[in-house]
């Protein structure tokens, strides 16, 4: 299994472009999310899905497009990239939404917005 | 609502000593504590975990941790740190679907 992949790995953009980030696992897991994680303040939840077809918000979701249409992919789309979304990103997935169960993390991606 | 607080953005220890991380929660219902470490340049793996049981968690690599439901808290603790264990350490808490985590203790191990 290659668990949680991620790509790209780096990423340098200018203000106002768009990408999209990838993410994709190969575990047949329900639960996808996708995380920022800044200098001192932890990791913050940007969008999450509990299945194909069904995307949520998280705590900072402003900024940022999901969706998914497979189990596998989870792709994570900055619509007009701005500095403030400099940040590491990670993709996250688990077996389910029990409380209990564990998240595997993809390697991240470190995006700079000029 | 759920919440995570780690004491301490930053610990230091020598290598060969204790090694204490704090973490408290806050929770409307029964937790769900995890502790996850993140090595440079990697994304989180779980350390261990708490869901029910004994309070009393053993992890990977020599770390466990006590849930201590009075105090609220899930202190991580090593009995002697090694210096593959500098790293950041994130303590977690899942009170339904999402995961809610702390801020981050970064680990500094001294020669």
């Known amino acids: 299994n290659a668990g949680v992949t991620q790509t790209p790995k780096f990423q340098v953009l200018k203000t106002g472009q768009s990408m999209t980030l990838q993410c994709a696992q190969d575990m047949n897991h329900e639960y996808m999310s996708w995380y920022r994680q800044d200098p001192g303040m932890g990791l913050r939840l940007i969008h999450y899905s509990v299945g194909a077809g069904i995307t949520d918000q998280g705590e900072v979701p402003n900024g940022y497009n999901v969706s998914r249409s497979t189990t596998e992919d989870f792709p994570l789309r900055l619509l007009s990239a701005a500095p403030s979304q400099t940040s590491v990103y990670f993709c996250?997935?688990?077996?389910?939404?029990?409380?209990?169960?564990?998240?595997?993390f993809g390697p991240g991606t470190r995006l700079t917005v000029l | 609502a759920q919440s995570v607080t780690q004491l301490g953005s930053h610990v230091s220890v020598s290598e060969g000593a204790l090694v204490l991380l704090r973490c408290n929660y806050s929770s409307s219902v029964p937790p769900y504590l995890f502790w996850y470490v993140q090595y440079p340049n990697q994304g989180l793996q779980l350390l261990l975990k708490y869901t029910t049981g004994a309070t009393l968690v053993k992890g990977i690599n020599g770390f466990e941790a006590e849930f201590k439901k009075s105090e609220t808290s899930f202190h991580l603790t090593k009995p002697s740190a090694h210096m593959s264990d500098a790293a950041e350490y994130f303590c977690?808490?899942?009170?339904?679907?999402?995961?809610?985590f702390g801020k981050g203790t970064r680990l500094h191990i001294l020669p």
């Open positions: 977690a808490v899942s009170p339904y679907d999402k995961i809610i």
């Open positions: 996250a997935s688990s077996r389910g939404t029990a409380p209990g169960d564990e998240q595997f």
